[in-house]
Nanobody, 125 residues
Framework: QVQLVESGGGLVQAGGSLTLSCAASGRTLSTYPLGWFRQAPGKEREFVAA????????AYSESVKGRFTISRDNAQSTVSLQMNSLKPEDTAVYSCATVSLLRNDPPGAYGMNYWGKGTQVTVSS
């Protein structure tokens, strides 16, 4: 069993930056590839970014590629999402999850098992 807790959300102006963090308790995070997902009001949850267990490979949705960076610290059992050049359309609840598989063509993550409750990111125009 893995418990995931996100932090770092908040209100930021367009063009600003935020860093989200996801901390794990229970089983160590190094066992799993990890992903970030987001859900805006009235929309389906969508893939944002994912990272392999070693951190050697990553995948990003086209909408965030070049602006967001996913990273992990296995010793600390954390995964982070650095978000730069934020846009109002990035407003959503961001959640981390353990995944079974990530792909780059097309980019995505699959086989989500454990989820955090999410953290709200609001980008004002």
């Amino acid at each position: 069993q893995v418990q995931l807790v996100e932090s770092g959300g908040g209100l930021v102006q367009a063009g600003g930056s935020l860093t989200l963090s996801c901390a794990a308790s229970g089983r160590t995070l190094s066992t799993y590839p990890l992903g970030w997902f987001r859900q805006a009001p009235g929309k389906e949850r969508e893939f944002v970014a994912a990272i392999t267990r070693s951190g050697g490979n990553t995948a990003y949705s086209e909408s965030v590629k070049g602006r967001f960076t996913i990273s992990r610290d296995n010793a600390q059992s954390t995964v982070s999402l650095q978000m730069n050049s934020l846009k109002p359309e990035d407003t959503a609840v961001y959640s981390c999850a353990t995944v079974s598989l990530l792909r780059n063509d097309p980019p995505g993550a699959y086989g989500m098992n454990y989820w955090g409750k999410g953290t709200q990111v609001t980008v004002s125009s």
